[in-house]
Each structure stands twice: as C-alpha cells, then as structure tokens.
C-alpha cells in the first residue's frame, strides 16, 4: 500500500464545493429582486393581474357618472324652483366633480386596499417578501404603483365628472378650460394620497374589513359626528382629519385655514399611515 495520502485540497474537499469565485460571492445573499425598479415591475403585474381591480376602477366611473350627473340636475333645479334658498347659482363643472368625489373615493379606497390585504388572505405576501426581502423596498414600491394608478385614475374620474355635469347644468354651468383642469389635477392628487393613506393602513392592520371601516371611519363618520355640538375643540378635530382637510383643499376653503394647508394635512395623514405599515412590515412576520 502507498503511503501516500489522499489529496483534500480538490474540489470535493473544498468548504465551497470547488464554485466559482462569483457563485461564492453569491452563495448567501437573498434575492433582490431586481433593485426597486424591479420591485415596482413586479407590483404593476400584480396589480393588473387582479381581477377585482378591473372591478373597482369600473365602479369608479360608473360611481362618478351618476353622482356627478344627478349633483348638476339638483344645481338646475335648485336655480329655477321658487325657492331662492335652493339657488347655486353658476358653478364650475369641476366642482361637481369634486363634490362627486364623497362617494366615489371609496371604488379608488377598494382598490389601494386590495393591493396589500388581499396578499394577506391568500398567503402570496410570503412568496412577495421572499422576492423582495427589504421591506422599506417593497413598502415604496407599492406606493409608487398605487399613487401613480389611483392619479391616473383621478384625471380620468375627473374628466368624466365635468364631461357629464356640463350638459345637465346648461347655463349655469361654466366652462374655463384652465379652470377645469386645474380643478381635475387637485381631485387627482387628493385620490393618490388617500389612496397612499389607505394602503399604509392596510399594511399596518393587515385585513381588508378593518382597514374599510377604519378609513370610512376618519373620512366621513367622524367628522360629521365631531361637528354635530357645533364646539370650537371638536370642529378644529373635524377639520384636521384627511377627508374634511381634502374637501376643504379642493373647494378652495379658506376659512379656517388656506387651501393649500389642507393638502399638506391629507399628506402627513399619508406618510404617517405609511410610517405605521413599514413599522408592523418589520417587527411582524408575514
């Protein structure tokens, strides 16, 4: 028998099997997912591929649609009844779109929910965090693809909503395409950031049902029920929640605080529901 030992340096003896200088590079690291451009391609797929989707956007229009048309027949009728309490007078056929947007929020509000909680009902988040393993990532990513369809979404909401008004007001309807434009873009905005709202809640509670109830709960129960004693303290409340501060932005209200203040109280409602669902999407597993 040699007395010459076997060799142990060969691949097969090898801590890393003898793999490439890359592939060892490579070995431990968790999926990327392509970088949040990645992250962001494979949200707007997700997205497309559900079904409800289709269904909410769908309910949007036809929601904005009779709500604007059935707003601008109330508007004619009160300017012509025998009433002068009833009287509007001429409005902008934007702003029939905006008041439409009470109701039809809430097919935009579906949609941003679906995004996140539906992924918790069926399980699929498991696989979504495996692909995209940062959560901050995969928090930004869904934002991006949530506010850029809900403003799409919003322009077109919008346009249909002055499209219908403006032959039912008639002459007191008024038509300045600036105007109305501007009018449209605003409606937009607040509908990505309610919709970026919704989602970051979504995240937070995990569950379709709560995170409605919780939502139609701060933009329209409460404040209603807030102002009802008519007190100073409780209508200030009213005022700084996302759905009073909204309207109060798009109505142009400046009377207790600019318009443009309302904006930024509908964005900081926003990131706080945002910073509210990455801080439970890191401290609880999937």
Same mark, same amino acid.
């Not at 060799?7 to 070995?27: E, I, K, S, W, Y």
């Given at each position: ?25 490579d070995a431990g690291r ?13 949200e707007w797929t997700k ?8 269904w909410c956007l769908l ?16 508007? @004619? &009728?009160? &300017? ?10 001429? /409005? ?21 929910? /679906? ?18 393993? +940062? ?90 029920? /807030? ?7 409780? &209508? ?17 209200? +400046? ?17 706080? @529901?945002?910073? @509210?669902?990455? @801080? ?7």
């Amino acid at each position: 028998m040699s007395g010459t030992l076997p060799r142990t340096d060969g691949p097969l003896h090898r801590p890393d099997g003898g793999l490439p200088r890359t592939a060892r590079r490579d070995a431990g690291r968790a999926p990327s997912g392509g970088g949040l451009r990645g992250a962001v391609a494979s949200e707007w797929t997700k997205l497309w591929s559900v079904r409800s989707v289709w269904w909410c956007l769908l309910s949007g229009v036809l929601l904005m649609a009779a709500t604007a048309g059935q707003l601008a027949i109330y508007v @004619a &009728n009160g &300017n012509t009844d025998d009433d002068p309490a009833n009287d509007r007078g001429v /409005l902008p056929v934007g702003r029939i779109a905006i008041d439409a947007v009470e109701l039809t929020q809430f097919a935009v509000i579906a949609l941003a929910l /679906l995004v996140i909680t539906s992924e918790y009902a069926n399980g699929t988040i498991r696989t979504t965090l495996q692909w995209i393993p +940062s959560r901050a990532r995969l928090l930004l990513a869904k934002t991006a693809v949530v506010a850029g369809v809900t403003f799409g979404t919003g322009v077109l909401l919008g346009g249909i909503g002055a499209a219908v008004a403006a032959p039912v007001l008639g002459e007191w309807g008024r038509f300045a395409p600036g105007e109305t434009v501007g009018d449209v873009l605003g409606l937009a905005g607040y509908l990505a950031l309610i919709a970026v709202f919704t989602l970051g809640l979504g995240a937070a509670l995990r569950s379709a049902v709560g995170t409605l109830v919780t939502v139609f709960l701060l933009l329209a129960i409460v404040p209603t029920t /807030l102002r009802l004693p008519d007190l100073g303290p409780l &209508n200030a409340i009213a005022d700084a929640l996302p759905g009073s501060a909204g309207l109060h932005f798009l109505r142009g209200e +400046s009377e207790n605080y600019p318009a443009a203040v309302g904006l930024v109280i509908v964005l900081g409602w926003a990131v706080a @529901a945002l910073l @509210a669902g990455l @801080a439970v999407l890191r401290r609880r597993d999937a």
